[in-house]
């Protein structure tokens, strides 16, 4: 099965700089690779998603890269706000396999 | 919010009792995930039903098991409960898409909370 490995932990930036976490996955068949918001108390929302097809996708101040060579995928969040403080998650797998969250944390 | 829905909301239960938990998919969904997430721990993979079969299992002891039903909706099911059973057990659906090899967005339900004491 996959193999999802998330980092950092914790992350805490300053309001308006940009926070950026990266997963790894070891499942080389993954196409589909979700990013999760779940704030204290919620269920996880999903923000951004990227299939295997494309490298790179944008939303807003929100965007995700993915390397399927080196499996590795990444979230960018550009000119944080405390409002973008929650728990991250990465998923990968036909299962959704989920690493183990990003704490972000900005200051306002 | 998604149209997926879970009840009960929150459950209490002692050990070695057994629990069913139960989910509607969202609607034109074929495909259940089931997570038990605690408490400062993201998801972990129960097991998954596409079309009543199921599609995939994490690392659980078969006292987890489940079932999906015809409209897709799913049940999951712990028998003997241990106190570390105490968790967030989250469904989530989406809709295969099986031409592309893949599986589309998942949308969660709210949860349900045991607690096993």
């Known amino acids: 099965g996959e193999n999802v490995e998330q980092h950092p932990s914790t992350l805490s930036v300053q309001e308006g700089d940009s926070a950026v976490i990266k997963c790894t996955y070891s499942?080389?068949?993954?196409?589909?690779f979700p990013w999760y918001k779940q704030e204290l108390g919620k269920r996880p929302q999903l923000i951004i998603d990227i299939r295997s097809n494309v490298g790179e996708k944008k939303d807003q101040r929100i965007a995700v890269t993915l390397n399927k060579t080196a499996k590795h995928f990444s979230l960018h969040i550009t000119e944080t706000q405390p409002e973008d403080s929650a728990v991250y998650f990465c998923?990968?797998?036909?299962?959704?396999?989920f690493g183990a969250g990003t704490r972000l944390t900005v200051k306002p | 919010e998604t149209g997926v829905t879970q009840s009960p909301t929150h459950l209490i239960k002692t050990r070695g009792q057994q629990v069913t938990l139960r989910c509607s998919s969202q609607?034109?969904?074929?495909?259940v995930s089931w997570y038990q997430q605690a408490l400062g721990q993201g998801p972990q993979f129960i097991f998954q039903?596409?079309?009543?079969?199921?599609?995939g299992r994490g690392n659980f002891p078969p006292r987890f098991s489940g079932l999906q039903f015809p409209n897709y909706s799913s049940e999951l099911n712990v028998n003997a409960l241990e106190l570390d059973d105490s968790a967030l057990y989250l469904c989530?659906?989406?809709?295969?898409?099986?031409?592309?090899?893949?599986?589309?967005?998942?949308?969660f339900g709210p949860g349900t909370r045991l607690t096993v004491l």
């Open positions: 989530a659906s989406s809709l295969a898409l099986l031409t592309s090899g893949g599986f589309d967005e998942q949308f």
């Open positions: 039903y596409y079309r009543e079969e199921e599609n």
């Open positions: 499942d080389s068949a993954s196409n589909y």
């Open positions: 998923a990968a797998g036909n299962d959704m396999r």
């Open positions: 609607s034109g969904h074929n495909t």
